[in-house]
């Protein structure tokens, strides 16, 4: 098995940020991505939709500067105002080279 | 007024309500899973709007002018008079304020419901077009207060036009214009086919109301922790604005031409605090604005106040008005 | 008893059952979606709440003081009973026992439902007032049995109370109690505004059993693999505690005063097993008790064979009884 | 034929539809939550079945064998004619032709009813075991496709079995022959019970019914942007396979003694594309036919189509058939 | 971006162990958590659930001393009875010093 | 904490591969699975299913030679036609014996 190492980007957000997120990631070079309801609770405890505790996980696989500017973009634009978390981790991904 | 109020707060729906509420105050776990409040709305909405549009059909263009004009009016009116009073009065940063007042700017569908009922359970039949009404309350409102928001803050990067395309294509514009549409080609002959399934007479609404009404008791119960957050301010504009904001509308009502019930329920869609269509227009135009004071003043105060009180006050408005 | 027999394994409810069961024999990959099966039983709950509130508003408190009375008894023996058994003659552990019993000690309201429309059917109205009966079964034998699982093992460190809380707050008793109690407020004229949608005589109550009563089956069909797991032993508890709690159920429902039809449900009541309150309750205070065992018993021994063959059983026992 | 046309197209299920259509090309977000589209179908299909077999029961089988034998025949043909025109004319690959023809040999159930609503519509009632050959429709032609694409491609080394057997235990299977069979069994009286919730002709269906059809239309509107990936070959084959389906079904009903209204509904049953069956058993076994084309072709062409024009031309066929 | 490495905690569990399972993680000092609806299978085949197969997952990114104490106590209070699985793995993550 | 590191194999793909899959990886090896539904989008494009954008997430925790074998297999019998992606990391699993 030919396996690529890439980063995994993990992103747990209010559920109304989610098509500005996945259409900024692909913007910012993600080929693709996952999306899960979930539900949640936090240290700043927003409750900024009708139903309290709802959140989206975006999961995105992409090469280590595609992640640093996913993170970034992140950090800067929603961490002031939003409920977000992020987080990376390096996956090994078959077939990689597809996705960056 | 006394036995009018006691009649209200036995109704289904009032008792539904508090049902909802109780249920969170006993820490109950319990609550409808969300696709079936989604579906519940969904129903709810087409059906308004398939029996307004029947009724359309027979008014005449020349009957609704008015009372749409004085709806479009309320429309410009209580986004302004709520950005005021939060602003000046209260105290509340920009953001704040507008993002408030966008929400009662705009119009809930269920108290609208919740007031239709009641005007018909008291015998002043409303007019039939009154959900072409719902409709043109529901989005100028919101519009307004986001354009104060934007104009008076730093212009935030995203793009506002999206947010505008949502509100108009969101759930609620689609079920009642797409119904209203529907309902004014199909003729007659097609609503009896279909009229005791979508029919707010009809056993089935008002079954999908009263269900709706607990998950909404239970929501508005979820966030009644979050009254102390808010100050007293907030909790007092919760109460009195829609008052003004009801009896202004059951004034313009009286003026354009609407009977007693068309008057109240003017008033109450006036009071009334949207809560579908604004939040996340408002989250994500106005991000600095606290979703903790426009949730909870008009999930848990404006909302519990005028399905309990506020529609049998502007009733009363109404029938005073005329005369 | 053949024809009676007959005309119950033809009814739609067991015909729905019986489906459920085929589809997972054929190893279909179909069942309702669970937020539906939900949704469902929360209307059904709903229902019977309102329709006994309305109902216990026109009966007097004396009516029902007796009946209340056989109802909670039944609520202390049936687990005792249980328990016993198993333990004594089945070898069962302490906390499988306590477990088992917890959930015959309570009470199955679709079995309820089952029970009413079969009866009715029968042309045995029931008293109005049966769903507080209902209610008042639901949770005592949970917590007797609870109790003697707690004192007879190592006392858990997870809090009880906690545990008891949520049976009592759980959706089940939220809607019956609440059903309840706004049945008994709205009054008459209310009721039937709404009586359309949730009257168990309405077409809604009975197209929404069918459906629930399916995915019962499809759930017990599921579990029917189980069966071997078991051992006889259970299986023949299965038949046989319903019986003896069926029997009495009808027997102290007739001496309380109750009609053919109402000392029939109280005995199916009685007989019946909870899988909805019980199953959370008893897998967080006996983590040691094996579910398999329970949920088992309860849902693909003891449900089926009441809605098949239990509860014209005990209809015969209970007209034996009224002579 | 205008005026039918003209009524067929102010329907509620047309105007339901094109609602949905509409929603999709304004970019709205809104759709139904997949778990009530997939209760919606549970209820129609069931309800279908139900009724079918309640009239089978009062039908001989003598009254039956034609129609069936006529429906199966359509099963076996169905498929080759579309392998058959896609292949040669279309010069489609042949997982593409025969993946395709799987779905064309195979039924569309919202088809059938809006074809069963139309034709009540126009006072043709049909036969009362229509469903009864709505179920023979279903799987022949997919596995007669899924043959030929097996012989012809090397042989997947997925178990095919299994796929059959998915086919056949599938939601649609479980609850048209379920509900035949239950049908059959419960009698009259039972059916009186329960009629209101599932009869056709009852309120509940024809909400549910436009509620499912809205949802059609949205998840039809979202593969319109495929229309320009499937090349013009397709789209015509989406249009004029139907035709001639349609009337060659409407002949065989009518030679098999079908009345005007049963003739129509074979004819649009032929007519129809499969879009829950036949979409995953074609996924699973020939990989490498593209899904773009299969349900663009199913979804976007042909069902729109049947519902708009399809229907109404079947109907003057059967009529023109029976002089 | 500057990333704080930590760690993320998963358990698998029957959805009947939520509100436990949470407010314990919490006590034990998690800042947050999120919750995902799943399904599944494992060795054990424990159907505690009337409706069988169904579980949840729990995550929550703490700093390694929690997640030990987490683990430690996954393992010794729901190991011996519950149908769980816990695994933990390393994390960068935005702004990280928020769930220390 | 006794902990094994062990391989965490996630496949996300079209729903109607789920039953095929499960199968497959209890075949080769895998001791237990957790599927969840999310929905996502990918360089293909695929909208296989009538509710187009809808997959699922497939995880396995496993050794890393049954790891090795489910990718191979995924690569080689998904990967040509159908929407697929998958990924391995490694985790440190609780009592992780049991999965080997
Ligand atoms: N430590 C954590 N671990 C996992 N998820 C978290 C954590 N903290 C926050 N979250 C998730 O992120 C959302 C927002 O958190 P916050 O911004 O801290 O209020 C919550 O609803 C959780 O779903
Ligand atoms: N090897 C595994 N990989 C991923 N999830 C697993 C594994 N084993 C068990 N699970 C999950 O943990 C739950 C309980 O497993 P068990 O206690 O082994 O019966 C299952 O329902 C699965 O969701
Ligand atoms: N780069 C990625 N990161 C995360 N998930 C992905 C990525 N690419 C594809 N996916 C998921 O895999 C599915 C199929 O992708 P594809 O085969 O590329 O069309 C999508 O629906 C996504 O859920
Ligand atoms: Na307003
Ligand atoms: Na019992
Ligand atoms: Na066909």
Chains 1, 5, 6 share one sequence.
């Not at chain 2, 986001?146 to 990067?157: E, W």
């Not at chain 2, 008791?217 to 979820?222: F, R």
Request: glycine share 10%; aromatic share 8%.
């Amino acid at each position: 098995m030919e396996m690529v190492p890439l980063k995994l980007v993990t992103i747990v957000a209010e559920p109304v940020l989610e098509e500005q997120l996945t259409t900024e990631l692909k913007r910012l070079g993600a080929r693709g991505y996952t999306v899960t309801e979930t539900r949640g609770e936090g240290s700043r405890g927003i409750r900024a939709s009708e139903l309290p505790g709802e959140s989206i996980r975006i999961e995105t696989v992409v090469s280590a500067e595609v992640a640093d500017r996913l993170l970034a973009h992140v950090a800067k634009q929603y961490f002031p105002n939003y409920a977000v978390i992020a987080y990376v981790s390096t996956v090994e991904v078959v077939r990689g080279e597809k996705y960056v | 007024m006394g036995e009018i109020l006691r009649q209200n707060l036995l109704s289904p729906v009032a008792l539904a309500f508090a049902l909802g509420v109780v249920t969170k105050l006993i820490r109950s776990e319990f609550s409808l899973p969300k696709d079936i409040y989604t579906a519940l709305s969904v129903y709810l909405l087409f059906a308004l709007g398939l029996k307004g549009g029947v009724e359309l059909a027979h008014a005449g263009a020349a009957a609704i002018a008015w009372p749409a004009a004085a709806t479009l009016l309320l429309g410009c009116i209580t986004p302004l008079t709520a950005y005021a009073t939060l602003r000046r009065l209260g105290k509340f940063s920009i953001a704040d304020s507008a993002g408030i007042a966008a929400h009662y700017g705009s119009v809930s569908a269920v108290t609208y419901i919740a007031a239709q009922t009641f005007v018909k359970g008291m015998g002043a039949e409303p007019e039939g077009y009154m959900p072409t009404l719902l409709t043109l309350l529901e989005s100028p409102g919101i519009h307004i207060a986001l354009a104060i928001g934007a104009m008076k803050t730093a212009a935030p990067d995203r793009d506002t036009r999206s947010v505008l395309h949502e509100v108009l294509t969101g759930r609620t514009m689609v079920l009642l214009v797409g119904g209203l549409v529907i309902g004014l080609l199909m003729g007659e002959k097609n609503w009896q086919s279909i009229a005791p399934f979508y029919d707010s007479k009809g056993a089935v609404f008002k079954g999908a109301l009263t269900l709706f009404i607990l998950e909404m008791g239970i929501v508005a119960g979820s966030r009644l922790g979050d009254l102390k957050k808010v100050g007293p301010f907030l909790l007092g504009f919760g109460i009195f604005m829609p008052i003004v904001h009801g009896a202004l509308g059951a004034w313009l009502g009286t003026l354009a031409g609407l009977s007693v019930g068309g008057a109240t329920m003017l008033g109450a869609m006036a009071a009334s605090a949207s809560y579908i269509a604004a939040p996340p227009a408002v989250r994500i135009t106005l991000p600095e604005a606290n979703p903790t004071y426009y949730l909870t003043a008009s999930l848990a105060i404006t909302f519990p106040f005028n399905i309990l009180f506020g529609i049998p006050i502007y009733f009363q408005v109404a029938r005073w008005l005329h005369g």
